[in-house]
DNA sequence: CCTTGACTTGAACCATGGTTTAACTAGTAG
DNA sequence: CTACTAGTTAAACCATGGTTCAAGTCAAGG
C-alpha cells in the first residue's frame, strides 16, 4: 500500500508538480522517502491530502494549512486545537456561502433588469434624468422587491425562455 | 451629484489606489474628469461600482468583468448578452454554493473526529493498524453516516460545550 | 550496455490583484 | 507667497499559488 507521487497525482487529480510544491512548503511531512529517495505516500497520506484538499478550496492559504499539519504531528496535545480550529472555519466558510447567496441575489435582480430591458428593447426604461445625464432609477431595488413578493416563482421574473430570446435577437 | 475619488472610496469602503487600479483596466471607462484631469464620479457611476463589487464578490477576473463593462459600454444592442453573462455567472455562483457546502459537510465530520479524539483523549480511536504502520479506520465515513443518522441534531455531534472544554484542556 | 520513464532538486518563471513610491499639479487657507 | 491637501501618472514592488526548466539519479527492459 504504498504510492508514487505520479499514482498520488493521479488519484487525488492534482500535477505532481503541486504535490512536490506542497511538500517544498512543509504541507507533507509525513510523506516517506524509498532508498532512491523517491516519495513514498502511506493510505493514511491520502487522509492528509483530502484534509489538504477541503480548506484549499476553503480559501484557507498555504500557511494556515501548514498550521493545522504542524498540530497533527504535534500528537495528541493538539486535539483541541485542531477541533477549534476547525469550528473557526466552519465558521468563516458559513459566511463564505452567505456573501455568495447575497452575490446570488444581486444578479438575480440584475437578470430582471436585463430581462425587462430586452422586453422593452432599450435599458431607457430604466432610466431617470439626473442632473445633466441620466441614472438607473434610484427606486429599481424597491420596484424589483415589490415585483418580487408579487410573483409565485422566482424564475417567472428573471428567466427568458429560448423561444423569446430567437424573437429578440432576430 | 459629483463625487471626488476619495468620496467614492470611502463610501465604497476601497482604497482610493484600487479605483485607480481598476480604471487603469479598463473598469470604469464612464468616469468622467473635471478641468484639472481629477475623475468626477456620476450617481450612476456608484451603481456599477456596486456591480463591479458585485462581480468581485463572485470570483470573476478583472477581465471578465470589463467584457462585461465593455458590452454596458456598446449601448441596448448588447442588452440580451449582458443577460447571458449574468446567467451563466449564476450559475457558477450556484455551483461555488455547493462546492463550499461541501467542505463545510467535510469539516463538520472532522469535528466529530477531533470531538471524539478529545473525549476519549487520543485520537488512537479512530486508528487502525496498515502495513507497518496505522491509519484512520477506512470505515470512518460510514461511522460518521450512521451516527448523523441516529442524532437528532447535528450540534449534538459536533459541538464541544465550553465547560467541556475547560475539563479536556485542565 | 543503453535507453526510457519516472522520479529528484533548486531556481527561474508566470498570472493575478493589488499597493507603494516618486515626482508632479491644482486649489484652498492663512 | 507659502503650506497643505487631495488629486494625477508611470513604474516598481509585493504576496500568493503555482508551473516550468535544467540537470541529474535510479530501476527496469531490450
Redo the contacts between chains.
Sequence with gaps: ??YSIGDVAEEMNLPASTLRFYDRKGLLPFVDRDSAGRRSF???DL?FL??IE?MK??GMTITEIRHFIDLCMQ??VT??D??EL??K??AT??E??Q???D??D???Y??WY??T??EA????IHMVP??D????APDIHEQYREALEKCHDLSELIE?ERDE?KQ??G
Excluded: P
Aim: charged share 30%; glycine share 6%; aromatic share 6%.
Design positions: 500500500m504504498r502511506k493510505d493514511n487522509n483530502q484534509v477541503c478550496k476553503c500528537g495528541d486535539l483541541m485542531r477541533y476547525l469550528e472555519e466552519a466558510v458559513k463564505q456561502i456573501t455568495l447567496q452575490q446570488l444581486f444578479l438575480h440584475k437578470m436585463f430581462k430591458s430586452v428593447e432599450t435599458e431607457d439626473s442632473g445625464g441620466r441614472r438607473v427568458i430570446r429578440a435577437n
